[in-house]
């Protein structure tokens, strides 16, 4: 079973501080949503509750379009058992490192060190046009360059043990990958077919997604079971230099390798304790939807977390991961990716 998380959608303009270069019943991944400039305004809806649903395949996702939720969003107890497994997963990985270093005692949190991640970037395209999906290499130039600027703190958040080196990247021309639907046996099968590398490998597959998706991402607790499901996948239009107004930075790619890396959204639990699970997060009393400056939703913890890399706003209104965030993605790594 597979257990969605997340979406993302569109609202109004927001500059960020700082800009990036070029741009289990336990879950198993996580989703974003969200669409273009002028299509995200013409199909926007009212707000639903979050729902949640249980899929066979990914994990979850972001979408284009205001009040389009993927249905990913976990419950809290959910969340409540995913979490019980992650701390007897993580003492279990920490208690082994002692063991490799005699006289040590077991830690309760991971000293990660510097970590570079491998990234295979997959491109599935129905043409050898960029409006068919064959995105120029620049774009995937910028991702890299975004991803390694969000997680390193230089856009104006905390620095994270991790950074991304391209590996390679390979194009396949196949219009029924291209046109992917979360879940879907395309789905499948292009992972299948593609997927690069162990539990430490970030694969990245680009295609035209379904749903007005912008991307979706597996937890690292699914690998186990599921390795060759593995990864993110994003809208190619979502990319730096990519077609989708408000969406088009490279920040379908950083929320969405936060969820590879283990993060909830910062909207998880609602005002309710213990929130997303990471104690430096405001608590959020739902996503926030473009950059609604001074939003707050939970009176006891301060203003909404709006400009996190975890919640559902702009990509101009984001620009942060939390100290808080990096030791969980440090602490998901040791338990599941190293």
Known sequence: MRLNIGQRIAGTPHSRPLRR??????????????????VTTAVAAPLSDAATRCADGSAGARSTAPGVRDGAELTRLQAKTMEARFKADLRL????????????????????????????V???????????????????????????????????????????????????????????????????????????????????????????????????????????????VVHYQSLPGGGFGN??????????????????????????????YVADTAYEGSAAYECPTGRDTCTSTGLDPITNFMDYTYDSCMNQFTAGQAQRMADQWTAYRS
Request: charged letters at 10%; aromatic letters at 8%.
């Open 21 to 38: 270069l070029g741009t289990l019943a336990v879950a198993t991944g996580a989703v974003l949503a969200m669409v273009p400039g002028t």
């Open 93 to 120: 990985a920490l208690e082994r490192q002692a063991r490799i270093n005699p006289g040590s005692e077991p830690a309760t949190t991971s000293a990660l060190a510097a970590t570079t991640i491998p990234v295979y």
């Open 122 to 232: 997959h491109i599935i395209r129905k043409d050898t046009t960029t409006a068919g999906g064959n995105v120029p290499q620049e774009w995937i130039t910028s991702q890299i360059n975004v991803l390694n600027n969000s997680f390193a703190g230089t856009t104006g958040g905390a620095a994270t043990a991790f950074s991304f080196n391209l590996v390679s990247i390979d194009r396949t021309t196949n219009a029924q990958w291209f046109d992917l639907r979360q879940g879907s046996r395309n789905e499948k099968r292009m992972k299948s077919t593609l997927r690069q590398g162990g539990s430490g490998a970030l694969n990245i597959y680009t295609a035209n997604l379904a749903n007005n998706l912008l991307g979706w991402a597996t937890f690292p607790s699914s690998y186990a079971g599921n390795p060759s499901q593995d990864g993110v």
């Open 247 to 276: 969406y088009n930075e490279g920040d379908t790619g950083t929320h969405e390798v936060g969820h590879w890396i283990g993060l909830y959204h910062t909207f998880q639990g609602g005002c309710t304790a213990p929130g997303d």
